[in-house]
């Protein structure tokens, strides 16, 4: 790769709830720390076509759409630095994902974690395996596929939850490859080893789904009375308390410094009551998302600026998949009919080739003959002894070329003849080399 090309690290997050610290912490901090890099391309984006999958109300789609790009925005991300925008402007997506379709082996998606863990739920419930599970939910790494493998991104910060995607998105990019040619980038799934999973009000992971997160952008007010739900023993002040599965401890250590978390490890061993603990958790969040909250607030009051925003974002993003959609449009066929001049694709350049084919005669030995595409023999061989032999000269013919005709000669009962069939054949060769390097 030529090195002044920026490393490009994509990443979206699916709209369909109100941003908590869980996302913060996990995925809008460090996208936004690493869109600070002058050496990475950055492509961050609301990924409204995967909120359909589970998620029909449309208002809360449209409400999480605003109130995530606010928050990326809040938090720091420059839309004059990335490339930000919504999935959904940007129509070659779909139509990439169809393409990606075509290529993906069924068997690849029926094993994929999410469509998974459904079929598992309903067969441990004794339902049919795919009740309720739509095909969208199936089709899901697909769609991130596309996302993914457009605009050619290297790097895909996201959760271990998603590896499996990323990979996917590796495979249908080869697969494509190997049938279309050179067109996509093969993507790396990137896992923060330093971005611990966010533990939620009650000590499991921080998520929409079990209903105990701490909202990222609520007044302060509001942020303290939830900060002041999360669970804890029922350790008195005083009594040392333990660090290891507190929630909030995680919670204070996602925020604070090392020097912080010492001292706030400390305190826990000196018996510091949970009440004061709280207290000191919400100021140090507050310190670092106060700032932050005007903007916030700012940007939510005023949605059109937005939209303007994020269409900008998708024009710029167009810029890249208008012209590579059209490339790969015509990579599989979907081309102007009288573009007939194009140099046929590897694949059809191989069809076109003379081909061997190996036989057995009645006398019991072992023949082979050059047929080209028409069916004209170009080279018929004497017998062998067995298909093993036929099969090495054969390959020889193939690897070594003119180097192997000099042996190839005495095999052949009219030498001088058989080097005029064979110089032909050569040339037919070399022609249809040059076709496939083309
Ligand atoms: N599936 C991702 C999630 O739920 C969101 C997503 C959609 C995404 N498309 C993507 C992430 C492409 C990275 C790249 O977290």
């Known amino acids: 790769m030529n090195s002044t090309i920026r490393t490009r690290v994509l990443t979206g997050i699916t709209t369909t709830g109100t941003p908590h610290l869980g996302n913060y912490v996990g995925a809008i901090r460090p996208t936004v720390q690493a869109s600070r890099n002058t050496q ?3 492509f961050y984006f609301l990924a409204d076509y995967h909120a359909l999958i589970k998620c029909d109300e449309p208002a809360r789609i449209q409400r999480s759409t605003l109130e995530i790009a606010a928050s990326w925005i809040a938090s720091g991300l420059d839309p004059d630095k990335v490339t930000f925008y919504r999935q959904s402007d940007i129509p070659e997506i779909p139509e990439l ?4 379709t075509c290529v ?3 068997g690849v998606l029926n094993r994929a974690h999410a469509y998974k863990a459904a079929v598992d739920k309903n067969n441990t419930a004794g339902h049919d395996p795919d009740s309720d599970v739509t095909a969208g939910l199936f089709m899901y790494p697909v769609l991130m596929g596309a996302d993914i493998l457009m605009f050619k991104a290297h790097k895909v910060p996201v959760g271990r939850d998603q590896i499996q995607h990323i990979e996917m998105a590796r495979d249908m990019a080869s697969s494509f490859n190997h049938l279309y040619g050179e067109h996509f980038v093969l ?3 990137v896992i923060e080893e330093s971005v611990a999973l966010l533990p939620g009000l009650d000590g499991r992971k921080m998520s929409k789904s079990y209903d105990n997160t701490i909202a990222l952008f609520a007044p302060a007010a509001q942020m303290r009375k939830q900060i002041s739900a999360i669970v804890t023993d029922s350790k008195a002040p005083g009594e040392p308390k333990a660090t290891e599965g507190s929630a909030l401890f995680q919670i204070y250590q996602a925020f604070a410094s090392t020097e ?6 400390r305190a826990y061993g000196d018996g510091i009551g949970w009440g004061d603990a709280k207290q000191m958790l919400f100021e140090r969040i507050d310190r670092e998302i106060a700032p932050m909250r005007e903007h916030y607030q700012a940007l939510i009051d005023n949605p059109a600026q937005m939209d303007k925003i994020l269409r900008a974002g998708a024009d710029k993003a167009r810029q890249l998949a208008t012209p590579f959609m059209r490339e790969l449009r015509h990579a599989v066929g979907l081309r102007a009919l009288s573009s007939g ?13 003379p081909s061997f084919k190996q036989y057995r005669e009645k006398d019991g030995l072992f023949y082979f003959k050059l047929v080209d595409p028409k069916g004209q023999v170009l080279l018929q061989s004497l017998g062998f002894a067995s298909p093993k032999e036929a099969g090495q000269t054969i390959a020889r013919l193939q690897s070594e070329g003119p180097a192997a005709l000099a042996s190839l000669r005495t095999m ?3 030498p001088k003849e058989t080097l005029e069939v064979l110089n032909e054949i050569l040339g037919l060769l070399k022609a249809a080399q040059e076709s496939l390097e083309k």
């Not at 912080?260 to 490890?265: D, G, K, N, Q, V």
């Not at 001049?341 to 080739?353: G, Q, V």
């Open 104 to 106: 993906t082996g069924k």
């Open 341 to 353: 001049n194009i140099a046929p694709s590897a694949k059809e350049a191989r069809i076109a080739l």
């Open 187 to 189: 993507p790396e799934a």
């Open 412 to 414: 052949l009962e009219n």
């Open 97 to 100: 994902t169809w393409l990606l």
């Open 260 to 265: 912080e978390t010492a001292a706030m490890a």
């Open 40 to 42: 990475t391309d950055g």
